[in-house]
C-alpha cells in the first residue's frame, strides 16, 4: 500500500509527526512525505526532532500570497505530484488550505483520501475562518474518517457523510507523549532547557500564552494585550507569551507589551521547548487548537480566547474555558485559577478526553482493514 502524507504548517506537523513515524515501519506500506513549505523554519525543527524525512518539497509560499493564490499553488503542484507517485491513499490532516486543497486534487483524481482528525466542528463558518469550511469540504471528500472522539464522530453521523467513520483519538497526544519521553529519558536535555531561561521565576505562577488566530487580528489581540498588561500588575505572576510570526499577531502583540518587566515577549518555541515550558505552566491561555487538547493531558487548565471552540469535550470535561477577547473576562477567569486553589485543584484532576497515544496504530490498522479498539476516553489515565 503506497500512502501519501500531505502537510505544511507546523500544527500539522507535529501532528501527522507520530503518524508517519508509525507507517514508516509499517509492515506493507510503502510510506510518502510531502511537506508544502508553510511555516518552513517552525516546520524543519518538527521533522528534525521526530526524525523524519521529506521525500517531496512542494515550495508554494510566495511574499503577500492570498489564500486564493496559495489554494491555486497547491491544487497545481499537487496533482502534478500525485501524476508522478501514484498513491494508493493521500493522508491529510485537519482544516487547512492544504489540507482541502490537496484532498480536492485526489479526489479529481480518484484517489482515497484519510483524514485525520476529522469532524470537529463549531458550526459557524467565520469561527475559525477559513479552517471551518476547510474541515468541512475535507469531510465531503473523504473515505476514511478518523475522528479524534465520539463527538466528532456524532458531528460527522448528523452529516450523513460517505466515509468511514473511526474513533481514533487525536494524534496530537501521540506526539506529546514522544515528546514527555524523550525530556524523561535524559535529564540532562530538561536542565538544558532550565538553563536556556534563566528569568523564569519559580516564585511565580507561570502563565503561558499563545495566540494567533485570524478571526482574532485587530481589536482582538488589542483587548487580549490589554488583559495581559493588566495581570502583569500582579506580583505573583509571570507571562511568557511566545509570539507567533505573523507581523498582524507580532506588531500588535510586542507595540503593546514590550515595555511590561512582568510580561516575556520570545520568539516562536520549537516543539520541545514548548512541551516543556506547558509542563512547567500553572495555567495557560490561548486562542489555539492543538494547546486545547495538549494541555489537558499534562493536567493543565486551559482559557481559550474565542467566542466557539470545535473542541468542546474538554469544556464539558471543565478542564477548558472559553474566556473569549475581552481583557476584563481574560482578567477575572485568570485570577480565579490563581486565587481560588480548589477551583484549581478541581480543573487540574480533569481527565483529557483527547487520546491515549495509540492514535496513530489505530489509523493504520483502519488503512489496512484490521480489527481494531476505537478510543475510549474512560480508558485515559489521569494527567501526567
Request: some cysteine.
Amino acid at each position: 500500500m503506497k500512502v501519501l502524507s500531505l502537510f505544511g504548517t507546523r500544527p500539522e506537523g507535529i501532528k501527522m509527526a507520530p503518524l508517519v513515524q508509525a507507517l514508516a515501519d509499517a509492515e506493507g506500506v510503502q510510506s510518502i512525505v510531502c511537506t508544502t513549505g508553510q511555516h518552513r523554519q517552525m516546520l524543519d525543527q518538527v521533522l528534525q526532532l521526530f526524525d523524519i524525512r521529506v521525500d517531496h518539497d512542494l515550495d508554494v509560499m510566495l511574499p503577500g500570497q492570498t489564500l486564493n493564490g496559495l489554494f491555486a499553488r497547491l491544487m497545481g503542484r499537487v496533482d502534478a505530484l500525485l501524476e508522478e507517485v501514484q498513491p494508493d491513499c493521500v493522508l491529510v490532516h485537519g482544516d487547512t488550505s492544504t489540507a482541502t486543497a490537496c484532498s480536492l486534487a485526489a479526489f479529481h483524481r480518484r484517489i482515497p483520501i484519510g483524514h485525520v482528525e476529522a469532524g470537529l466542528r463549531t458550526g459557524d463558518l467565520s469561527q475559525p475562518f477559513p479552517e471551518e469550511m476547510n474541515r468541512r469540504v475535507v469531510d465531503v471528500m473523504g473515505n476514511w474518517l478518523f475522528a479524534p472522539t465520539l463527538a466528532s464522530r456524532a458531528n460527522l453521523l448528523q452529516e450523513n457523510l460517505q466515509g468511514r467513520i473511526h474513533v481514533t483519538g487525536n494524534t496530537v497526544i501521540d506526539a506529546l507523549e514522544l515528546a514527555l519521553r524523550k525530556l524523561d529519558a535524559r535529564p540532562e536535555l530538561s536542565a538544558s532547557l532550565a538553563a536556556r531561561y534563566p528569568w523564569l521565576d519559580a516564585s511565580r505562577k507561570l502563565v503561558l500564552v499563545t495566540g494567533h488566530r485570524r478571526e482574532n487580528f485587530g481589536a482582538g489581540f488589542q483587548q487580549i494585550c490589554a488583559g495581559l498588561a493588566r495581570l502583569a500588575q500582579r506580583d505573583d505572576v509571570q507571562i511568557v507569551y511566545p509570539v507567533h510570526l505573523n507581523p498582524q499577531v507580532r506588531n500588535v502583540v510586542i507595540g503593546s507589551l514590550s515595555e511590561h518587566a512582568n510580561i516575556y515577549l520570545i520568539d516562536p518555541l520549537d516543539y520541545l521547548d514548548f512541551v516543556w515550558f506547558m509542563r512547567r505552566a500553572y495555567l495557560i491561555l490561548t486562542d489555539s487548537g492543538g494547546v486545547q487538547e495538549e494541555a489537558p493531558h499534562l493536567g493543565k487548565p486551559v482559557l481559550v480566547m474565542r467566542d466557539t471552540t470545535e473542541r468542546p469535550e474538554a469544556v464539558s470535561a471543565g478542564t477548558v474555558r472559553l474566556v473569549g477577547t475581552d481583557s476584563t473576562r481574560i482578567v477575572q477567569a485568570v485570577g480565579s485559577f490563581i486565587d481560588d486553589a480548589a477551583l484549581y485543584q478541581r480543573v487540574a484532576r480533569s481527565v483529557n478526553p483527547y487520546g491515549d497515544g495509540q492514535a496513530s496504530a489505530r489509523i493504520i490498522a483502519a488503512l489496512q482493514g484490521r480489527p481494531f479498539v476505537e478510543f475510549n476516553p474512560q480508558s485515559v489515565t489521569a494527567p501526567r
